[in-house]
């Protein structure tokens, strides 16, 4: 009796999961919000994948109202109307969403996650344009002028830093303001691993609480679970991938060796700049103990092979082309460029995004310069 209670209850749990996960959510918006049977278009999003996969076709009614029910799992979703209506929803299960048209922009009641995610949107928009955009510009108007080598590396450096600073606020902003919402997924992409992951985490599991094993859950948690791979201490994860000749190479090959896995692509600036810097770097380090293991992430061979020849950028390198969606920055939990991990040689990570300067003086503490 104690068993057959003990499996009735595990399927209850089971088909209670299921339930959340199917719920669906309604769409509804009055008359005159859509043009007259226009078709309405839903796209669920993949945060990991950066894309979106259509789910749905309708039709507004004749007067431009609409009702809509979707047996849909709860997620990110772009709504389109054929009259260039477009709003972006982080949907909840069992939600009634309501859609107004306000200033010819749809606006949605009834998701805090989508109201959320606008937020964030917005607050992310103007906190590049607050850090980032003045030091491109300073980058941009020192190269016109006919700057020094130097100066144009102490200005990339600051646009570097100014980014991770940047992702740092995005990271206060979602703990404090996404809670357990489906704006978590939605702001995902650029979570940093290096910053606060304990509250992320715990965030993550409030998420799985609330929404069960939906496919949001299976993504946030495997984005905590990297960021724990590969903070600093870890064993490095297997990279392997075809270099420009064709060989296949591994990371672990390199073991006994320190190891400077970078990540890059023909076009990031500060990804080019410190190719430079690595050309001259590996001319000065100290026998063998020292490799660069590049992992490229364009998306054709062409500009992959004329930046590594531009840059005369004579390490290893490998790439299996498929840009951000490349398994090999996945597995490091890579969404911005410059990354870079040094290891030690039993291939634990020992720092992370050392460049230039900072660079070299750890290798000269590790006795390779």
């Known amino acids: 009796m104690r068993n057959t209670r003990t ?28 043009a007259p049977s226009a078709e309405i278009t839903l796209a669920r999003h993949d945060v990991d994948q950066r894309s979106t996969v259509r789910v749905s076709a309708n039709q507004s009614n004749s007067d431009g109202s609409l009702e809509l029910e979707l047996g849909q799992e709860p997620g990110i979703y772009v709504l389109k109307g054929s009259d260039a209506a477009e709003i972006t929803l982080a949907v909840a299960e069992a939600e009634t969403i309501k859609l107004n048209l306000r200033e010819g922009k749809l606006v949605a009641h009834g998701s805090p996650g989508t109201q959320i995610l606008e937020n964030y949107e917005s607050f992310r928009k103007e906190s590049l344009a607050r850090l980032v955009y003045p030091t491109r510009r300073n980058i941009k108007q020192a190269k016109s002028r006919g700057a020094s080598d130097d100066e144009i590396v102490r200005l990339t450096q600051a646009e570097v830093d100014a980014y991770q600073e940047h992702l740092q606020e995005l990271n206060d902003f979602v703990i404090e303001r996404a809670k357990d919402t489906m704006a978590l997924y939605g702001a995902s992409l650029r979570l940093s691993g290096d910053y606060r992951l304990q ?61 400077l896995v970078d990540f890059w692509a023909s076009w990031c600036p500060p990804c080019r700049l410190e190719n430079k810097h690595y050309s001259e770097l590996v001319k000065k380090v100290a026998d063998r103990r020292f490799e ?14 004329r930046a590594v020849e531009r840059d005369q950028a004579t390490w290893v390198h490998v790439s299996d082309l498929q840009g951000w969606n ?44």
Request: aromatic share 8%.
């Open 7 to 34: 499996i009735i209850l595990t399927l209850s749990f089971a088909w209670a999961s299921v339930s959340t996960a199917i719920a669906g959510f309604k769409l509804q918006a009055p008359a005159g919000t859509f």
């Open 199 to 259: 509250e992320l985490s715990q965030l993550v599991e409030a998420f799985a609480e609330r929404h069960g094993p939906i496919q949001a859950t299976q993504s946030l948690r495997k984005r905590i679970d990297t960021a724990r791979t590969v903070a600093i201490g870890g064993v490095a994860p297997e990279l392997k991938g075809k270099t420009l000749e064709g060989d296949e190479v591994s990371l672990s090959q390199y073991r006994g060796r320190y190891v």
């Open 292 to 305: 660069i293991f590049a992992v490229n992430l364009d998306t054709t061979e062409k500009a992959w092979s």
């Open 326 to 369: 490349s398994p090999l920055a996945a597995g490091y939990g890579v969404t911005a460029l410059p990354a870079s991990f040094l290891l030690d040689p039993d291939g634990r990570i020992i720092a992370k995004n050392l460049r230039g300067e900072a660079l070299d003086n750890e290798l000269r503490d590790l006795g390779l310069l």
